[in-house]
T-cell receptor
Framework: DQQVKQNSPSLSVQEGRISILNCDYT??????FLWYKKYPAEGPTFLIS?????DKNEDGRFTVFLNKSAKHLSLHIVPSQPGDSAVYFC????????????FGTGTRLKVLA | DAGITQSPRHKVTETGTPVTLRCHQT?????MYWYRQDPGHGLRLIHY???????DKGEVSDGYSVSRSKTEDFLLTLESATSSQTSVYFC????????????FGSGTRLTVV
């Protein structure tokens, strides 16, 4: 049973446009969410996070939105750049105990020049 | 950035042989994790540790064991490797107390033939 779902395996976007990556979760105990970016042959790297007490967090070109009632979060990248081409994973955890993050299956973003 | 290294980076082994992967950190962090990444499954937690000699199972722990005799080292052992354990294995450390994110190693690509 997938507790964190990324239903779009891939996404292509033109350079300069907005990229929107989506993530849904089922466990209402999750209250901290992360996005990671992964390039081939490298480990995932932290991108941005959001706590359930917020509905938006922004860091430069990256913004994460959280809709708790819908159990949905999204990552917006504006403007998209070719260097953003990577696999993006969302992850969720309760903010207690051992912080065992549950990851989604990933979305491969391709930004076209 | 926290120092975390995985060894080996690549390994090919035969079915039925034991295999040990090593994760080494230089940051004295308490929490360490082992994940595997497979197409269509994202990153799945195998085992984690919350201190020396303190370990627990993740969602896909069958066929794996771990040990943590020192803060800096977290070992993952495949007792008797099977082809289904062909995967990319990532170690992660949780950053300093109060931070919720992980730092990942560069991964070990394991092929069981």
């Amino acid at each position: 049973d997938q507790q964190v779902k990324q239903n779009s395996p891939s996404l292509s976007v033109q350079e300069g446009r907005i990229s929107i990556l989506n993530c849904d979760y089922t466990n209402s105990m999750f209250d901290y969410f992360l996005w990671y970016k992964k390039y081939p042959a490298e480990g995932p790297t932290f991108l941005i996070s959001i706590s359930s007490i917020k509905d938006k967090n922004e860091d430069g070109r990256f913004t994460v939105f959280l809709n708790k009632s819908a159990k949905h979060l999204s990552l917006h990248i504006v403007p998209s750049q070719p260097g953003d081409s990577a696999v993006y994973f969302c992850a969720a955890s309760p903010t207690s105990g051992t912080y065992k993050y549950i990851f989604g299956t990933g979305t491969r973003l391709k930004v076209l020049a | 950035d926290a120092g975390i290294t995985q060894s080996p980076r690549h390994k090919v082994t035969e079915t039925g042989t034991p295999v040990t992967l090593r994760c080494h950190q230089t940051e004295n962090h308490r929490y360490m994790y082992w994940y595997r990444q497979d197409p269509g499954h994202g990153l799945r937690l195998i085992h984690y540790s919350y201190g020396v000699k303190d370990t627990d199972k993740g969602e896909v722990s069958d066929g794996y064991s771990v040990s943590r005799s020192k803060t800096e080292d977290f070992l993952l052992t495949l007792e008797s490797a099977t082809s289904s354990q062909t995967s990319v294995y990532f170690c992660a450390i949780r950053d300093q107390e109060g931070s919720y994110g992980y730092t990942f190693g560069s991964g070990t690509r394991l092929t069981v033939v």
